[in-house]
């Protein structure tokens, strides 16, 4: 009754002298109702150029199980996420950029059923070469969406290291009416502070971004 899906991708080089590198991925997703679960397998015999050279090796640094219900979700293992833009965390991957932040440990997210309101808390550890930083990241993340033009958003983050706790937190504002789009976000971090203002306009014949 589950769907099983699943990709491989190679990427190899030989270069002058006679060196070989190649990169090697193998993911695989399976669903069945409301229940995931996949893995992402890698081997490096020898990174590409450009790739850490601590990549070299086996493992399979992307694995997690799911349950999704219809207000509530619960992840274990390897996920990636985003607060806010990206500002105050993202965690992402770029296979061309050689480049995984993804962050293992669990997820929980929970909204209303008019999605009004909804709510992520997470914790884990970053991704570190093919296994884990030894610091540790943890965060909330709550939306409140007022009606259909306007939405709010407060996140806050906690990133743990043997130096101790770096705090993190932001709000943002966002208002979507017709073809037009906007964003205000303002994010403290432990260094400094930052602002981000975004506008969009899109019509049939001509769309501006600022």
């Known amino acids: 009754g589950g769907q099983l899906t699943g990709g491989l991708e190679s990427d190899?080089?030989?270069?002058?002298?006679?060196?070989?590198?190649?990169?090697?991925?193998?993911?695989?997703?399976?669903?069945?109702?409301?229940?995931?679960?996949?893995?992402?397998?890698?081997?490096?015999?020898?990174?590409?150029?450009?790739?850490?050279p601590e990549l070299k090796g086996f493992g399979v640094p992307g694995k997690y199980i799911a349950w999704t219900a219809e207000t509530w979700s619960l992840t274990l293992g390897d996920f990636y996420d985003q607060f806010g833009s990206g500002l105050l965390l993202r965690s992402w991957e770029d296979r061309s950029l050689g480049w995984n932040n993804s962050i293992g440990g669990a997820r929980a997210t929970l909204r209303t059923a008019d999605d009004r309101f909804t709510a992520r808390v997470l914790y884990g550890f970053p991704r570190k070469y093919l296994w884990y930083d030894s610091s540790q990241i943890a965060g909330a993340d709550l939306t409140f969406r007022?009606?259909?033009?306007?939405?709010?958003?407060?996140?806050?983050?906690?990133?743990?290291?043997?130096?101790?706790?770096?705090?993190?937190?932001?709000?943002?504002?966002?208002?979507?009416?017709?073809g037009f789009s906007g964003k205000a976000e303002y994010v403290m971090m432990g260094a400094g502070n930052a602002q981000l203002l975004s506008l969009h306009y899109a019509a049939r014949a001509a769309a501006v971004s600022g």
């Open 146 to 178: 007022l009606n259909d033009i306007f939405a709010f958003e407060g996140c806050f983050t906690d990133r743990i290291s043997a130096t101790g706790h770096s705090l993190g937190g932001s709000l943002a504002a966002s208002c979507d009416a017709g």
């Open 12 to 52: 190899m080089a030989l270069y002058r002298g006679g060196s070989f590198a190649a990169n090697n991925y193998l993911k695989l997703d399976y669903v069945h109702g409301r229940f995931s679960a996949g893995l992402q397998m890698e081997y490096y015999p020898t990174p590409l150029l450009g790739y850490a």
